[in-house]
């Protein structure tokens, strides 16, 4: 009997990768068509932006913590989110809710580790990215950061939250990741977290210059060995 996995979303494209990444892997662990049992609740994405844009780091934890309660009453037995920019009111809400939570930074943070890099470059939000989500993460696992130019972590920003949420993928922003991500490199990073649930949708191994984390993806994984185990 698998665990119930509560999904708590933020954006619908990454919380709809999050979901496919659980059915389409779940059968190989768990056997032909299997998966654990999975609920998704989100908020509507304007509510978070606006506590965002606010620096109301509290009202996000409000929206994620609301989203945790009603997955308990579903059932679920533990919780994931495939947003790294709301994982700011991660301590927030876990000292609250209801149920157990997978920290999508510490579960990247372990990977890198795990596969001996030790300098990771960060991509995400300029919320994210200027944040200590994963500079304290990366820390706890004796591992090094660096962030993109200044001007970079708001073009990315730009890319993510006006095209990339959209589901919009141009082949410029494509190219601008991989600038980015080379720069990165040049600056002694040996691996390139996607701390953006929806960048692994423009930017991969095939393409990137350094090898990629792929947060969302690394998430699902940790949650369906979570739910199996």
């Avoid at 876990?94 to 990977?111: M, N, T």
């Amino acid at each position: 009997m698998s665990l119930h996995i509560g999904i708590v979303g933020c954006s619908a494209e990454g919380a709809a990768l999050c979901y496919k990444t659980i059915c389409t892997e779940g059968p190989e662990i768990m056997g032909p068509h299997a998966h654990p049992e999975v609920t998704l609740h989100t908020s509507s994405l304007s509510d978070y932006v606006r506590c965002l844009e606010n620096g109301d780091i509290e009202g996000v934890g409000k929206l994620m913590l609301r989203s945790a309660h009603i997955l308990a009453d579903a059932g679920a037995d533990f919780l994931i989110c495939p947003d790294n920019t709301i994982h700011q009111a991660f301590d927030w809400v876990a000292s609250r809710s209801p149920r157990p939570w997978l920290h999508i930074a510490d579960v990247l943070s372990q990977e890198a580790q795990d596969r001996g890099y030790t300098k990771v470059g960060l991509t995400g939000t300029s919320w994210l990215v200027r944040s200590e989500v994963y500079p304290v993460a990366l820390h706890r696992h004796g591992l090094g950061f660096e962030r993109p130019l200044a001007h970079e972590v708001d073009e990315i920003g730009r890319i993510i939250m006006d095209e990339l949420v959209y589901g919009h993928f141009k082949p410029d922003s494509i190219a601008y990741f991989q600038t980015v991500i080379d720069g990165l490199k040049n600056r002694g990073c040996d691996a390139v977290a996607l701390a953006c649930t929806e960048i692994p949708l423009i930017i991969n191994d095939a393409n990137s210059p350094l090898p990629t984390l792929d947060s969302n993806c690394l998430l699902a994984r940790a949650a369906l060995r979570r739910a199996t185990a």
